[in-house]
């Protein structure tokens, strides 16, 4: 399956894949933690997490030329997820695997960077660019929020059929790829805002690129859910009369894109 | 005729346009109002696709060619030596969605797209009617 803009030519080294419901936590959007109340030796640790994930994409953001750039990404994107999930197993054990503390705190991390976005991304990278990280910090949340619905216990224990555990698990490592291979790319422009190192112009259209893969990791969730929350059947709609309103209507949208510039 | 969702269709901007003329306006639409809704009217809701891949951002998702299935009754030419549009990695202009006339679809349909592409469609769809009251 390939993914709405960028094609990522790497995949998940095998040991990478989430193997069970819980350990898709460390693909959606797990970030800083400054708000955990934590003891300093944890924080620290954190701290140096943080350090690592830095280097990686500093590494990669200070290319020159877009090829570098995807090069660089494509040789440092496990190691990267690596990291994700190291972040989110010490979160779990922090939070001893309260789901809804980590909610609140994915939540948390979301609006703040939608904010950052908001407040700094034009500045930093031209509307358009902003504009795509804002609608992938969006999607990011209604991912989580599909995600968690699978964390009710009754979803959660639920034996699936043959047949859709094999789905499941395919879909589990797309998600992961997908979901860590957009984030990647979102924590190079909040990185080079933090750090206040400016994007090449030539290497902005290639995040922009990655970006675009949340979309696949959303729709890739929410055949997640699909599986263990099959959607219920629609209800019929009443037929209604169509009248001359209903065809006034109709021809002026017709006449409308006549005369449309797109 | 069954519009499905997520169908694309040669949608002609005018009444006049014989099938096979490729008019300023004409062009793709994925249709994404659903069946039961395309059952009743005369009416669909389509999305416009475009080729300036540039058009891309955010909402305006970009599908590749690789998450459409071609329809291989869709034929290569109008008329000999008329080549007809064919199916290539667009932009979906989600904020022209329109209203079209069922009559004014082309057939047979173009293609159709993924099931991955469509639940990309409908969240940027999402995102473009979203109340800001109720993110």
């Known amino acids: 399956m390939e993914i709405v803009g960028t094609l990522p030519q790497e995949s998940l080294a095998e040991g990478l894949w989430p193997r069970t419901i819980e350990e898709l936590l460390a693909f959606i959007g797990l970030s800083d933690k400054k708000e955990v109340d934590i003891s300093s030796r944890i924080n620290s640790l954190f701290g140096q997490i943080a350090n690592v994930t830095d280097s990686l994409i500093t590494a990669t953001i200070e290319k020159r030329t877009a090829a570098e750039f995807s090069a660089t990404a494509r040789a440092l994107f496990n190691d990267y997820v690596r990291v994700l999930r190291a972040k989110s197993d010490l979160l779990q054990v922090v939070l001893r695997n309260d789901v809804h503390a980590t909610e609140r705190i994915v939540n948390q991390t979301l609006c703040e960077l939608e904010a950052d976005f908001r407040d700094n991304g034009v500045q930093r990278f031209g509307t358009s660019a902003s504009e795509q990280a804002i609608f992938t910090v969006w999607t990011i949340r209604k991912t989580a929020a599909l995600i968690w619905k699978l964390f009710d216990p009754q979803v959660i224990n639920r034996k699936l059929p043959e047949d859709s555990v094999k789905k499941g698990e395919q879909f589990r490592s797309e998600f992961a790829l997908y979901s860590a291979w957009a984030q990647f790319h979102l924590e190079c422009l909040t990185t080079s805002m933090r750090l206040n190192k400016a994007l090449y112009p030539d290497v902005l259209p290639a995040v922009m690129d990655g970006l675009r893969s949340e979309v696949n990791a959303y729709a890739i969730a929410k055949q997640i859910v699909d599986l263990y929350l099959p959607p219920a059947p629609e209800p019929e709609l009443t037929p209604y009369a169509w009248d001359e309103e209903d065809d006034e209507l109709l021809a002026s949208s017709m006449q409308d894109m006549e005369l449309e510039e797109l | ?135």
Not at chain 2, 101 to 118: C, E
Request: with cysteine; charged share 25%; glycine share 6%.
């Open chain 2, 1 to 135: 005729m069954e519009v499905l969702q997520g169908d694309i269709y040669w949608v002609r901007a005018r009444d006049l346009d014989i099938e096979g003329s490729e008019q300023k306006n004409n062009r793709p639409y994925v249709i994404v109002s659903r069946l039961r809704i395309n059952r009743l009217g005369k009416n669909v809701v389509g999305v416009p696709l475009s080729t300036k891949l540039h058009k891309a951002c955010g909402h305006r998702v970009m599908i590749p060619l690789q998450m459409m299935v071609k329809d291989l009754s869709w034929p290569l030419e109008w008329a000999p030596g008329q080549p007809r549009t064919q199916l290539e990695t667009s932009v979906a202009l989600t904020d022209h969605v329109r209203v079209l006339d069922k009559d004014r679809l082309t057939q047979p349909r173009m293609g159709y797209l993924s099931s991955t592409a469509i639940v990309g469609l409908e969240l940027a769809l999402h995102y473009v009617f979203e109340s800001p009251q109720n993110p």
